[in-house]
């Protein structure tokens, strides 16, 4: 299915429509290769980058949109609002 992506400083979020996510920290691990999304430390930027890509997106009640056509514009960032 359709992937979303978020970075922030050095950290890459990575999520899907079924709710799986996966959490990199580009400055010590560049190749991506330590998912760190599972870990303790990592849960609470876990939760705001996916609330903050949730809402770029304009996904209501937190949940990521399915499938857009490529060509599709994006939603207007004031319709999340609402």
Do not use: C
């Amino acid at each position: 299915g359709p992937l979303y992506s978020l970075v922030d400083g050095a950290f890459h979020y990575i999520a899907n429509v079924r709710g799986e996510a996966q959490l990199f920290d580009l400055g010590s691990d560049p190749w991506e290769e330590r998912d760190l999304s599972g870990t303790p430390a990592a849960r609470a930027r876990v939760q705001v980058m996916r609330d903050s890509l949730v809402g770029l997106v304009g996904a209501p009640a937190g949940r990521l949109p399915a499938a857009r056509r490529p060509d599709a514009p994006l939603p207007d960032a004031s319709e999340g609002a609402r």
